[in-house]
């Protein structure tokens, strides 16, 4: 069993509806959850940096930890065919100096 | 954050040769890591490289095939050695910035290196 796990997708959607994209996790010592997007071609940046269990909202952009599941959560609102990349979460037992463990990465298109 | 620059950004090699990826930062950090991104696949960390010290590889890795170099705070490379076309991939480096009060440390990539062994 892979430690993160991520619906691979692909996932499209029109413009303009909610996006969910989810993780689970198997190793409970994970503290720190992150969400990267990848554009076709370019590096993973960084969206959105949640510690622990809660929500985190930031513009169209909402991130979801729930410890207790195992689970995390990317909400995006009003999605644009801008947001159409890969989205990876990532995540590590402590802040510093620690390797992050990625999900396989979900693919999104927006279409308008 | 960090402006993180990589070359070359892609590269057609032939299988047995080696290429050396650099890997430049624009202020200086303490932890840079070298990831492997396979067609399809996610982010697997290679190695860890702190500056001053050997890199520290992760299990699968091994230094013979990916030795790294780590002199100076803004500066990194990562060799593919005796490359054969499994090693076709993405390399990735990363940097750890360190957090402003209160907040937690962050990972930031640069854009890639595009690697395709024939």
């Known amino acids: 069993q892979k430690e993160v796990e991520q619906d691979p997708g692909p996932l499209s959607v029109p413009e303009g509806a909610i996006v969910s994209l989810n993780c689970t996790y198997s190793n409970s010592a994970f503290q720190y959850f992150m969400w990267y997007r990848q554009y076709s071609r370019k590096g993973p940046e960084l969206l959105m940096y949640t510690y622990s269990s809660g929500n985190k909202e930031d513009g169209r952009f909402t991130a979801q930890v729930d410890k207790s599941s195992k689970y995390i959560s990317l909400f995006i609102r009003d999605s644009q065919p801008s947001d159409s990349a890969t989205y990876l979460c990532a995540m590590n037992e402590l802040s510093g100096a620690q390797k992050l463990v990625f999900g396989q990465g979900t693919r999104l298109t927006i279409n308008p | 954050s960090a402006v993180i620059s990589q070359k070359p950004s892609r590269d057609i090699c032939q299988r047995g040769t080696s290429l050396t990826i650099q890997c430049q930062v624009d202020s200086q950090v303490t932890m840079m890591f070298w990831y492997r991104q396979q067609p399809g696949q996610s982010l697997t960390l290679i190695a860890t490289a702190n500056q001053g010290s050997e890199a520290t590889y992760e299990s699968g890795f091994v230094i013979d095939k990916f030795p790294i170099s780590r002199p100076n705070l803004t500066f990194s490379t990562l060799t593919v050695s005796n490359m054969s076309p499994e090693d076709s991939s993405i390399y990735l480096c990363?940097?750890?910035?360190?957090?402003?009060?209160?907040?937690?440390?962050?990972?930031?990539f640069g854009p890639g290196t595009r690697l395709t062994v024939t």
């Open positions: 990363s940097v750890e910035v360190p957090p402003l009060a209160g907040a937690s440390y962050e990972q930031y």
